[in-house]
């Protein structure tokens, strides 16, 4: 009897565990990037003298290289054949294809039911999957690398229940924008958000994806959704291990937020804090110098194809850049196999090669002070981008193509209603 975490963390350790338990778990696997590995080596060299110096389990351990490649800078050079060497050492592979929380889905490492950390605070994302997915520092992650073990609490959840029908040009990104606006920054620190409801049910693995993702910007622990026949059939050819579709049973929820979402429209996130959220229409006056489409929350397939379907035989603004970076290669392909590429660069957008990109600033389509950026990104943190002074808003991949054809803000229904796209994107 429990909350989906409660159900995990009971079916990980063979017995009943409830919210405000401390347990020590056996973990699937555990995942650090370029940007958190070297930490995470400093203090796995001091702790794992004692195994002979070497990963847990090398099937679970993981090193991908994503947020700043190829290296743009020589200390990142630096720090990547470090990692490189380490690599070596342990004889572990480098994922360098993607960003970490599209690659390790996509390679079958998420598993509903199991346990995944990483050093990397959008680990979450694993919650798509119903596994429990967390973020944790360098140094439990080096704790995790040498053991194959973590200690949690299990945390209390919070239940948002979606009901109701989208209406066009509304996606599942305005939705987690929503939930971040209600529940705040901070509304579910150290709790796991577990969503549910029919709108959660229809949403694809990549929507529910957007929801798990964000589930850190309101403080959660994790985004759970419980899996099914869609995640079934997504992992199908990913994986031939076995798994267990966990599911709540009477769970005792903190909190239960309701939302419909029929009278959604698409919205904003506006500087500095993601809560910060407005309808796009009104804040159609704001004028942007770059729209940036990718990141772990809306990178994939379906995200490239309402941009590519606004976009084909279309024209960005002459007043403003657009990055497109798909989020891993296996959707740099089909993205490329489908005509989209083509269609962003004919557009005169820049496309990169998966990774992170501009979401931390520190790779390419950098902002100078004052510019204003409309991302697809999870967070408008001050200065992530580039200059402190510059300006970060978030919205849906739609309402990003829409900004990138007129120069400003702008609500994709606008530039949506007359198209057929509305009914496919939909
Ligand atoms: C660089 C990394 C530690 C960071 C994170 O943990 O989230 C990054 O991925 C981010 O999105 O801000
Ligand atoms: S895409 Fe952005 S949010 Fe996602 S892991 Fe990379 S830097 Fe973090």
């Not at 089909?334 to 931390?360: H, K, N, W």
Request: overall charge negative; proline content about 5%.
């Amino acid at each position: 009897m429990g909350t989906l975490a409660e159900e995990i963390f009971s079916h990980k350790l063979g017995r009943p565990v409830k919210a405000g338990d401390t347990v020590v778990v056996e973990v699937d696997h555990v995942m650090s990037h370029d940007t958190t590995t070297p930490l995470a080596i400093q203090a796995f060299r001091k702790l794992a003298q004692k195994n002979g110096g070497k990963v847990f389990d090398r099937s679970r351990a993981h090193l991908v290289f994503d947020h700043i490649v190829p290296a743009s800078t020589i200390a990142a050079a630096s720090l990547q054949r470090e990692v490189r060497t380490f690599a070596k050492e342990q004889d572990l592979p480098i994922l360098q294809e993607g960003i970490c929380h599209q690659v390790m889905p996509e390679k079958g490492f998420v598993l509903p039911g199991t346990v995944i950390v990483g050093a990397d605070s959008h680990s979450c994302t694993y919650g798509a999957f119903g596994a429990f997915g967390t973020g944790m520092g360098s140094t439990d992650i080096a704790v995790a690398y040498a053991t194959g073990r973590s200690w949690f609490r299990i945390p209390e959840t919070i239940n948002v229940h979606l009901t109701g029908t989208l209406q066009p040009g509304v996606y599942a990104k305005d939705v987690s924008l929503e939930i971040v606006r209600r529940l705040g920054v901070d509304g579910a620190n150290y709790r796991a958000i577990e969503y549910t409801g029919e709108v959660i049910e229809r949403f694809s693995m990549s929507e529910r994806m957007t929801f798990s993702n964000m589930a850190i910007e309101m403080g959660g622990k994790a985004g759970l959704i419980a899996a099914d026949e869609t995640t079934r059939e997504w992992l199908r050819g990913r994986t031939d291990k076995e798994y267990t579709i966990v599911k709540a049973h009477n769970p005792r929820y903190e909190q239960v937020l309701e939302i419909d979402v029929t009278d959604l429209k698409p919205l904003v996130a506006c500087p500095p804090d993601v809560n910060i959220v407005h309808p796009a229409e009104e804040v159609e006056n704001i004028q942007i110098d770059q729209v940036f489409l990718g990141t772990c929350t809306n990178g994939r397939l379906d995200d490239l194809e309402i941009a590519a379907n606004m976009l084909r035989g279309r024209k960005i603004s002459p007043n403003l850049r657009m990055v497109v970076i798909p989020a891993s290669r296996e959707i740099y392909l089909e993205a490329m196999r489908r005509g989209y590429l083509e269609i962003f660069a004919e557009a005169g957008a820049s496309v990169g090669t998966p990774g992170c990109g501009p979401c931390i600033g520190r790779h390419f389509g950098v902002l100078a002070p004052g510019e204003r950026a409309l991302t697809t990104m999870n967070r408008n943190f001050t200065g992530r981008m580039g200059d402190p002074t510059a300006e970060i808003y978030l919205g849906s991949p739609a309402t990003v193509t829409a900004t990138a054809l007129t120069g400003h803000i702008t609500d994709p229904r606008t530039i949506l209603q007359s198209e057929l796209v509305l009914s496919e994107a939909n």
